[in-house]
């Protein structure tokens, strides 16, 4: 039986549905399916409740035992690549991220790529999630970092890396003749009337403040994604706001201007199980963050 296969069952045991697993391993719902199959022929059981109509995925009696029997099963794999690890000269293994949707781009452009040119044998899992399901998931170890730009609650075993507060900045195209002119930053006021285009995430937080001013919202674009927003902003006459650091460039042809309010702010946070035993690969990651994070004026 292909291993992956076993991986891939946990996947779908933590899932709500079999579309959104095969998402999460980004493979196509009918192989995955095809899979649980084979996994329920060559056991002879039957681990997953089919209902017609249905979308939920429900675990029988004997899919509950096997998830439990499959992590540890995967458990001990991972300890043993371990073991095996040090006594092959490159680093090897997988690296589990989850990181917040509006972080996912920054933080695959600044730290990720860069280190798989470093390191080519090492593969990631790579997951955009909530930042209360980042911290369900380092807790329960089924992802090795996270990468928030949220508060979160510090538990006595994580280990963190706290960086400088993100603002909120207006995204606009450079040609496109905005109210606001040459000053050096824009109160929420001068987003008034304008069709804005906003990740979900932040429209109930920027409607909040609209309201406080007696400001109506035009927001004519909800994205869950930094180059959806981009992509949308350069193609528009649509003004995005976005969450960044002052140093982050934009594609050309993209100007941005900082909206000043202080309850605009947001966390941004690297933080890990410092518990648990962590592979070679993901103490490799962690050193090369530390050191370019520093270079980032992270507080270490």
């Known amino acids: 039986?292909?291993?992956?296969?076993?991986?891939?069952?946990?996947?779908?045991?933590?899932?709500?549905?079999?579309?959104?697993?095969?998402?999460?391993?980004?493979?196509?719902?009918?192989?995955?399916?095809?899979?649980?199959?084979?996994?329920?022929?060559?056991?002879?059981?039957?681990?997953?409740?089919?209902?017609?109509?249905?979308?939920?995925?429900?675990?029988?009696?004997?899919?509950?035992?096997?998830?439990?029997?499959?992590?540890?099963?995967?458990?001990?794999?991972?300890?043993?690549?371990?073991?095996?690890?040090?006594?092959?000269?490159?680093?090897?293994?997988?690296?589990?991220?989850?990181?917040?949707?509006?972080?996912?781009?920054?933080?695959?452009?600044?730290?990720?790529?860069?280190f798989t040119k470093l390191h080519p044998r090492i593969t990631f899992m790579f997951e955009e999630m909530l930042t209360v399901d980042q911290v369900d998931k380092i807790r329960a170890g089924n992802i090795d970092f996270a990468f928030s730009n949220a508060a979160i609650k510090i538990y006595p075993e994580f280990g963190t890396i706290n960086f400088e507060r993100e603002k909120l900045f207006a995204v606009y195209r450079q040609d496109l003749q905005v109210p606001w002119g040459d000053k050096e930053y824009i109160a929420i006021k001068d987003l008034a009337g304008l069709p804005l285009c906003s990740y979900s995430t932040q429209f109930s937080l920027l409607r909040r403040f609209y309201e406080k001013q007696g400001i109506r919202l035009q927001t004519h674009f909800m994205t869950n994604t930094l180059h959806t927003t981009l992509t949308v902003v350069k193609n528009s006459n649509n003004i995005g706001v976005i969450a960044a650091t002052p140093n982050e460039t934009l594609a050309e042809g993209?100007?941005?201007?900082?909206?000043?309010?202080?309850?605009?702010?947001?966390?941004?946070?690297?933080?890990?199980?410092?518990?648990?035993?962590?592979?070679?690969?993901?103490?490799?990651?962690?050193?090369?963050?530390?050191?370019?994070?520093?270079?980032?004026?992270?507080?270490l």
């Open 1 to 114: 039986m292909e291993f992956d296969f076993y991986r891939n069952f946990l996947v779908l045991a933590e899932s709500n549905t079999m579309s959104a697993a095969a998402r999460k391993l980004n493979i196509v719902q009918t192989a995955l399916s095809s899979q649980i199959t084979k996994l329920e022929e060559y056991y002879g059981v039957k681990l997953v409740k089919r209902q017609k109509g249905s979308k939920h995925i429900e675990l029988t009696a004997a899919g509950i035992e096997f998830a439990g029997k499959v992590r540890t099963l995967c458990q001990s794999e991972d300890e043993l690549a371990l073991a095996m690890e040090k006594y092959d000269g490159s680093v090897f293994g997988t690296i589990r991220f989850g990181v917040s949707p509006m972080r996912s781009h920054y933080f695959i452009e600044r730290y990720l790529m860069p």
């Open 254 to 299: 993209l100007a941005k201007k900082p909206i000043k309010d202080s309850q605009l702010e947001f966390n941004k946070i690297f933080y890990w199980n410092k518990d648990r035993t962590m592979s070679l690969a993901a103490e490799t990651f962690l050193t090369y963050f530390r050191e370019e994070a520093k270079k980032d004026g992270a507080e």
